[in-house]
């Protein structure tokens, strides 16, 4: 391997005599690599960032010893090649810990840090997701777990992560975390108590909607109660009109039974005036004698006469009665057929009311339900705002 040249092999750390191994390819986690929208966070990689010592391939296991003497709080060394870009890594312990092993020293004094540096797994962007460089960082295996992290900047080496920046990062973004979940958190709860607050309203909706519901229950019961009354009495009038009808009808025929009399009567005041006239003729004939017949017969014609003039009158009051009875008889049927058709209409009014009364009492019972639906929402809402509180108050805490 020549001196700036990294071909992604690297010495195994674990191995002693120094041998070239393949190496796994190194994990580079960029701003935007994995397509994933993140929520933007304060907390950003570059400010975590701490100064690293960089080497280049060649430099000597010396060099590497001379940084780490001169700070002695360093703990690692990125090895880099000419353009910046990060090759491997010098991690204090396993640099001190390779150089103690017998004849370390007189064996790696001069050689080049390639011969010691760990291959890198893994780069970081500065621009990088906080949380993603984490969770990559823990997936490592234990041999590389506490390995630093390089970070570059357009494509150039700006620093190193330790464990302990990772750690301190990530705890950084919990208490963000803890601190979003609580706006989240206040925000429910100021969501429950406004929903806590509508159902409210809605309750006190069904209350009045309740209610009214039960006036208008009354209502439709105390119209239901005068359409049914009203119904008896035109029922009733509907009887007693069938009943008049029947009455003036039977009155109708006996004014006709008194018309046939007069009638009679007339006919037979018609023979009496001829049966006088005749006497009164024979009368004349007797002469002297027959005076007294005359007297009678005279009698007989005025009783006639006068009895032709009472059938006359009788006949046309009879007449009279009869047109008289005969226009009620058309009255009362008009009447009746009115009165049976405003009866339909009481009972289509009646069975509508029957309608409403039941469409009341389910209103009612909707109404209710609501109420009651309502109340235990409410009920529900101010729990869950309760907690959204007790929670809020727990992350207030831990914050």
């Known amino acids: 391997m020549t001196a700036g040249v990294m071909d992604n092999r690297s010495v195994n750390s674990a191995d002693g005599g120094g041998e070239l191994t393949a190496a796994p390819a190194d994990m580079t986690i960029r701003e935007k690599g994995d397509g994933a929208e993140r929520t933007p966070s304060a907390v950003r990689i570059r400010d975590y960032i701490r100064p690293a010592a960089a080497l280049p391939p060649s430099a ?10 001169r700070d002695g709080e360093r703990e690692c060394i990125v090895v880099c090649t000419a353009e910046g870009e990060p090759l491997g890594l010098v991690m204090r312990n396993g640099f001190f810990t390779r150089l103690g092993q017998r004849f370390g020293a007189e064996l ?95 309750l006190e909706s069904a209350r009045l909607g309740d209610e009214r519901s039960a006036a208008m229950l009354e209502l439709a019961r105390q119209g239901k109660d005068k359409l049914k009354r009203l119904a008896d009495m035109h029922r009733l009038m509907a009887e007693q009109a069938v009943q008049q009808e029947s009455r003036i009808s039977a009155l109708r025929e006996e004014a006709l ?24 003729i024979e009368a004349a004939r007797a002469g002297e004698h027959g005076k007294g017949f005359a007297v009678v017969a005279e009698e007989m014609m005025n009783l006639a006469n006068r009895t032709k ?91």
């Open 108 to 202: 790696f004094d001069d050689k080049p840090i390639e011969r010691l540096m760990k291959a890198v797994l893994l780069t970081a962007d500065a621009d990088s997701p906080p949380q993603t460089v984490i969770d990559a960082a823990l997936r490592r295996e234990d041999g590389a777990f506490y390995d630093c992290v390089p970070v570059t900047e357009n494509g150039r080496l700006a620093g190193v992560l330790s464990v302990s920046d990772l750690l301190r990062m990530s705890r950084d973004l919990q208490e963000e975390a803890i601190r979003s979940q609580a706006a989240i958190a206040l925000q429910a709860a100021n969501g429950m108590e406004q929903i806590s607050a509508s159902v409210g309203r809605v």
């Open 60 to 69: 000597s296991c010396r060099d590497a010893l001379a940084v780490f003497r």
């Open 257 to 280: 039974a008194i018309g046939n009399v007069s009638a009679l009567i007339r006919e037979l005041t018609e023979h009496s005036q001829l049966l006088a006239l005749n006497a009164s």
């Open 309 to 399: 003039r009472y059938a006359d009158e009788i006949a046309k009051l009879t007449g009279g009665i009869s047109a008289a009875v005969r226009d009620h008889v058309g009255f009362l049927q008009s009447e009746r057929a009115e009165t049976e058709g405003s009866g339909k209409l009481v009972r289509e009014a009646e069975a509508l009311f029957g309608q409403l009364f039941q469409s009341a009492e389910t209103n009612r019972a909707s109404t209710g339900e609501i109420g009651r639906l309502a109340e235990s929402s409410r009920s529900a809402a101010e729990r869950a705002g309760e907690g959204m509180r007790r929670l809020l108050a727990n992350w207030s805490g831990k914050a």
